[in-house]
T-cell receptor, first 112, second 116 residues
């Protein structure tokens, strides 16, 4: 089954404690991206990747890092989480530019 | 730069009545436009996509949208609402001239409530 898998789905952590949200897709897509969803703001892009070792900032990259060492994986790293990073995070992949995005089921992160 | 405005944050309908979710966009060029649906505790799923072919686009689950360039609109409609349509809907615009990866801009969403 074609899917994008994120882990963890739910996480409560404390300020400053490094965490990683993993994302994996099994569709051999070149394009992957991370979004955060906040009430009243829709989805905002954090980082994206056009291929292995090719990543770039989206609209709200501050406080986040990513890496793309393998085509299927695109982890999101919060080196020192802060409460304003409390949000619902989505990973997505697509086969082509401006093509259909396939989303993971989301990771709800709470930073205390 | 492109932008998208969803005119209603909430829309309430009764089961069996028509659905209209409104979306206006702003783009310097001919955009690609999408509607995505998000059911509770789920990721987003593509409903339909417009890419400069037919202006009336049919999607899944009986939804369709019409691209109206003169009105810069891409409203989503369904003739008869079903309880399972209750979800949040996002209108998305993609500017094909932007050189960044999938410079998609998401609307703020419209929550559709369906009552029996």
């Amino acid at each position: 089954e074609a899917q994008v898998t994120q882990n963890p789905r739910y996480l409560i952590t404390v300020t400053g404690k490094k965490l990683t949200v993993t994302c994996s897709q099994n569709m051999n897509h070149e394009y992957m991206s991370w979004y955060r969803q906040d009430p009243g703001l829709g989805l905002r892009q954090i980082y994206y990747s056009m291929n292995v070792e090719v990543t770039d900032k989206g609209d709200v990259p501050e406080g986040y890092k990513v890496s793309r060492k393998e085509k299927r994986n695109f982890p999101l790293i919060l080196e020192s989480p802060s409460p304003n990073q409390t949000s619902l995070y989505f990973c997505a992949s697509s086969l082509e530019l401006a093509g259909e995005l396939f989303f993971g089921e989301g990771s709800r992160l709470t930073v205390l | 730069a492109q932008s998208v405005t969803q005119l209603d944050s909430h829309v309430s309908v009764s089961e069996g009545t028509p659905v209209l979710l409104r979306c206006n966009y702003s783009s310097s060029y001919s955009p690609s436009l999408f509607w995505y649906v998000q059911h509770p505790n789920k990721g987003l799923q593509l409903l339909l996509k417009y890419t400069s072919a037919a202006t009336l686009v049919k999607g899944i689950n009986g939804f369709e949208a019409e691209f109206k360039k003169s009105e810069t609109s891409f409203h989503l409609t369904k003739p008869s609402a079903h309880m399972s349509d209750a979800a949040e809907y996002f209108c998305v615009v993609s500017d094909p001239m932007n050189t960044g990866f999938q410079k998609l801009v998401f609307g703020t969403g419209t929550r559709l409530l369906v009552s029996p």
